[in-house]
């Protein structure tokens, strides 16, 4: 792996350092002149125009930019950060805005070029992939999903070994296939939805990698199977450099600090595009009705934040629960998570807080949590499904600490069943979003219906719990039992990355 400096970016960082010391906020009242806020009216004020100018401007952001994405620490996500803290600062002081700094290893820009038997097929590589260079090298298959060793033949001694998507991680799988001497792999997608794609979590020594559709994984399985001897052809580099970004955490002014309702959305994207619907529309969806609840008084403390770095691995959120002193989230009494909220191929899904569709619950009021939107969608006339409560976005980092989580989504690389589009709509067999992690993932392709939805359900969860915490149930910080007490904690990592609708879609 390569390593390039970031000229561009630390002058943006500073731009942005410059804008936070001297932004002068237009003064507003924050006396009991404010209304209470209305669950009616809040809700009502969310409307799609303003969350769809909001993805606009991230979209705009992104292309202005030599990358065209909004890679945290490059210029198109210092941008984003810039635009969310010059959202707020245009509130006056309703909130106080905090820039959390985190520093680490980001892929940059990469490249990937995929020849078989002398023609170029389309492939693409993975974040944190190794450099490599390999001519009419044999391919060779690998059983089942090769996620285990018995299924990684000897005879990858020296070859390229060629892999389905699916049951294990990526780590997992070219790890095997080194084991046995591969000096490289090709993964191919389980599912008509693009190019083989993820990340491989960090900096490491595994074999390089590529990932290719599954039309031509099985095409060439199928040839190779047939008896034919395929050889292949690659190339694969990637720059990566430390860099750092901010966390946005603003909270508004009014309300029990002591009783604070959290909400949370991350900020970046990964190299491949601009991020629009991941995570685009859940930066926008809080934008928007942060926005939206500056014109009433709230009882309860609101919080929002807009994370960095998920897309390495939750590690924005991570910074922010590692650092924040225990009497600080003993006062959190739920946080709420938005990731990809308008999937064109879209589900409306519920994280599963209290198990009973996934048999893992959170922390006492995740299940409320998770009735309140139901409750919610029900009243709207609207189905939804549950979501698995994995932790594996950025509400993990909040459950390993014992905080009530629960949020919304509308699916990424999960594949829709037939039920679900007979609830829904859309196609079965793909994924929720055919676009995730790829250069499609814009403003075009955005669900409009479902993004409109979920900021409606946003800002209606603010104004509940915004009001009152009434039949919530307390939060026993003194004898604190975090959720994954008597092992480890179970942290997110990349090596372990699922789909954001649930299944385990690796």
Request: hydrophobic share 40%; proline share 4%.
């Amino acid at each position: 792996m390569k390593v390039t400096n970031s000229r561009v970016a630390f002058a943006a960082a500073a731009s942005l350092l410059a804008a936070t010391s001297h932004a002068e906020p237009i003064r507003r009242s924050l006396k009991d002149e404010l209304p209470m806020v209305d669950d009616q009216a809040l809700v009502d004020s969310v409307v799609l125009e303003d969350l769809l100018g909001c993805a606009q401007d991230l979209e705009d952001i992104a292309y202005a930019t030599s990358r065209r994405n909004r890679v945290h620490g490059t210029e198109g996500h210092l941008n984003t950060v810039k635009y969310i803290q010059e959202q707020l600062a245009s509130l006056g002081d309703y909130y106080d805005v905090e820039l959390q700094d985190f520093t680490t290893e980001v892929t940059l820009q990469s490249e990937a070029a995929l020849a078989i038997d002398g023609e170029t097929v389309e492939a693409g590589g993975f974040s944190f992939g190794n450099n490599g260079t390999w001519t009419d090298v044999p391919l060779v298959p690998v059983a089942n999903l090769g996620c285990v060793a018995e299924e990684h033949p000897d005879t990858l001694s020296g070859a390229v070994a060629l892999i389905a998507r699916g049951n294990c991680t990526f780590v997992e799988k070219i790890t095997l296939a080194g084991e046995k001497g591969a000096i490289g792999a090709v993964i191919y997608n389980n599912a008509e939805a693009g190019l083989a794609a993820g990340t491989l979590g960090g900096v490491n020594d595994l074999i390089p990698v590529g990932g290719i559709s599954q039309a031509d994984g099985l095409r060439i399985l199928e040839q190779i199977t047939g008896g034919a001897a395929v050889v292949s052809s690659g190339e694969f580099w990637q720059y990566i450099d430390n860099t750092t970004s901010y966390n946005v955490v603003a909270s508004s002014r009014a309300g029990d600090a002591d009783n604070v309702l959290f909400l949370g959305a991350h900020s970046d994207s990964v190299e491949a595009g601009p991020g629009i619907n991941d995570n685009g529309s859940g930066s926008c969806g809080l934008l928007t009705v942060a926005r939206a609840l500056a014109r009433w008084r709230v009882a309860n403390q609101v919080r929002f934040a807009w994370w960095t770095a998920e897309e390495e691995g939750l590690l924005g959120a991570e910074r922010y629960v590692t650092s924040a002193a225990p009497a600080v989230l003993d006062r959190l009494r739920l946080y709420l998570n938005f990731d990809m909220i308008a999937s064109p191929n879209y589900v409306l899904g519920i994280y599963d807080g209290d198990g009973s569709s996934f048999n893992l619950s959170g922390p006492p009021g995740s299940a409320e949590a998770e009735d309140l939107f139901e409750a919610w969608y029900e009243s709207q006339g609207l189905p939804f499904v549950g979501s698995e409560f994995n932790g594996r976005s950025d509400y993990g980092p909040f459950l390993d600490a014992g905080v009530p989580c629960g949020g919304l989504e509308t699916g990424a690389d999960g594949i829709k069943t037939d039920a679900e589009v007979s609830a829904f709509g859309g196609t079965a067999g793909i994924f929720y979003d055919p676009n995730y992690h790829s250069v499609k993932d814009n403003v075009t392709n955005l669900n409009l219906e479902a993004f409109e939805t979920i900021g409606k359900a946003i800002a209606h969860a603010v104004a509940v719990w915004g009001t009152s915490w009434e039949g919530f149930p307390q939060r026993n910080v003194t004898s604190l039992t975090r959720r994954f007490a008597g092992a480890a904690p179970k942290k997110y990592t990349p090596y372990m990355k699922t789909s954001k609708r649930g299944r385990k879609t690796f």
